[in-house]
């Protein structure tokens, strides 16, 4: 499939993310001593500091915030998918995730629809956890 | 980090009790209610102000267009240039060379980057500065040239962890944050035009003003969508120019060529723990335009009732939005009725960016707006003067949330 979005920019700390999303799973930075999950991930916990941190594979479930209709591409592989929607959600477990609609936009979108996270195989590299209505 | 297998976490070492004290001293700021600025009230002044044209300048340099504005702010002082021994700069590339160019060895020296919230930072730290005798008479200069390089603040500009679903641009984040401001509160993109076709109508008065196309709430309605749901006149402009100001104490002051405007009040917080998304808050910087007001009202004696004018940061119109909300110039939720029938106008009860704003007069990342503050009080706008004005409040409602209220001396 030919894939038009701009890739990951290779921060090794947003590695495990990406290798638990190929496998279908979420996952956030969680430290170990204090227990803040947290994303993007950091080299120490924004909390406590520590820099004892693992992922944690979280629920995928999650609630919408608010979304946008890109109609201008500033990456001119997104040219050909203008219009698209880019939402906003609220993870279970506290972080924000920025992220896309699975397939259509829900009908129903509004702050608070609870969500689910879906995954999206856009190529044999990289997978983008997406949502859909729950 | 322990690698990439996912896996649960254990309980947390610690006991409970701790870890929730923890989570619950997270959500209220920290508690430095007792210090403040407030002894700094009308110790500095600013003197002299200047800019360039407003425009497409793709021969002129960064420092060119310094230069300029700083000769213009120079002569609106009457100070000599070997006075000057502070410098800030902001988004010059190199401050040495800006040194250099004007043939400047100062005592003190800040060089800012070219963020639209610096503007405020810089002027509270020229005061402190002044104050504390780090420097006596201090210019600070501002360069952009982001036209005439084709600076579109997305994509490559501005790489971050979220391009792979697509989100980029600081107008994106901000649409985000008005369709939750509809959502909560009912607030229309009709309201929202009154934004934008307010500030439109006094850049029409300003000769200096970038953008002098009458506009209507339909034009606003009828525009190309960028990220919906703004569209481009929700958008601030991209231009070259440049800015100075030249701040002294108080005292100093009075000998020189105009009427001094005191800087009566200042404030700040930031809100990095919540910015994982550049230029988003899901809170709209609320917590911290409220704890930035009680400390900018609290030091100049005066509240949103005795304000002539408001200078308010626009990158985007929604800023304004939740800037009158969280200064208390109106009630959360309220400002999209607030802003109806012109109220932001030269008419009307509240004159706002009476230069036109970053959506119409100039992209100087706020240092425009200070300018128009001085140079209202010191009743030098011509047609767009606000008559019998004596406070001018500036407000940046951003990450780094500033805010300063000017006083004629």
Redesign the interface.
Known sequence: MSYG?????G?P????FW??AR?H?L?VQ??????DRH???SPVC???LSE??????VSGKATL????????A??DV?QS?L??D?C?V?LEEG??L???FLGPRPENA??GLPLRVAFDAVSDH?T?P?FVAA | ??????????????DRNR?LR?HAA?AILPDDAMTSMNHLRNKVAVVGVGNTPYGNFPHKSDYALGADAFKAALADSGLEKHEIDGLVTCRVPYYARMGEVLGLDPRWTLALPGHGRMSGMAIIEAMLAIESGAADYVALIYTNIGRSRRM?Y???DS???????????PG?AH???F??HM??YGTTTRQLAEVSVAFRQHAILNPDAVMKKPMTIDDHEEA???????RLLDYCLINDGAVCMILTSAERARDLRKPPVLITGAGGRDAF?RS??AN?D?DMWFTEAQDTSRQVYEMAGVGPDDVDALMCYDNFSPTVLFSLEGFGYCKRGESGAFVEGGRLGLGGALPTNTDGGHLSNSYMQGWALNIEAVRQLRGECGIRQVSDCEVVHYVATTPCTRSIIYTRA
Request: include cysteine.
């Open positions: 979005t701009p890739l990951p920019d921060d700390l947003m590695e495990p290798q638990n496998e799973r996952s969680c430290c170990r001593d204090c227990g994303f993007p991930p924004p909390s406590c004892e941190q693992d992922w944690e594979v915030i608010s979304w946008v209709t890109f109609h201008r500033y990456w997104l998918q219009p698209y880019v906003l609220a972080p924000l920025m992220s896309n509004r702050e990289l983008l997406k | 980090m322990s690698g990439s297998a996912a896996r649960n976490i254990p309980e947390p070492g610690h870890l923890r997270r579109n997305g994509g490559d790489a971050s962890v979220w391009d792979p679903w697509g989100f980029t641009s994106a649409a985000m944050m369709r939750m959502q909560r190309r969508p960028i990220a919906e749901p703004l723990r994982a998304v988003f899901p």
